[in-house]
């Protein structure tokens, strides 16, 4: 038993110090939990495009908005 032990114990020093003072490098994904966005307008949202899991990338439109809302901000 006390050989097993000390095995055991043995293989775990030599596992951490094996790795000690190495860099390691990896690929892979990250994947964003929480984003957050804006419109440079504001209004109430008319239409969703896009549901939760979407991919999104930069310049997607997310939303429409109500355009009379819009309409009667620009004549006034």
Same mark, same amino acid.
């Given at each position: 038993?006390?050989?097993?032990?000390?095995?055991?114990?043995?293989?775990?020093?030599?596992?951490? %110090? %094996?790795?000690?003072? +190495? @860099?390691? #490098?990896?690929? *892979?994904?990250?994947?964003?939990?929480? &984003? !957050? /966005? *804006? #419109? +440079?307008?504001?209004? !109430?949202? #008319? =239409? &969703?495009?896009?549901? =939760? $899991?979407? /991919?999104?990338?930069? $310049?997607?439109?997310?939303? +429409?908005?109500?355009? @009379?809302?819009?309409?009667?901000? &620009? /004549? /006034?």
């Amino acid at each position: 038993m006390k050989r097993v032990v000390a095995l055991g114990l043995l293989t775990c020093i030599a596992a951490c %110090n %094996n790795g000690f003072g +190495r @860099h390691l #490098s990896v690929s *892979g994904q990250i994947e964003g939990v929480t &984003v !957050r /966005a *804006g #419109s +440079r307008t504001g209004g !109430r949202v #008319s =239409e &969703v495009l896009v549901q =939760e $899991g979407d /991919a999104v990338k930069k $310049g997607d439109i997310l939303v +429409r908005l109500e355009a @009379h809302e819009a309409q009667a901000r &620009v /004549a /006034a």
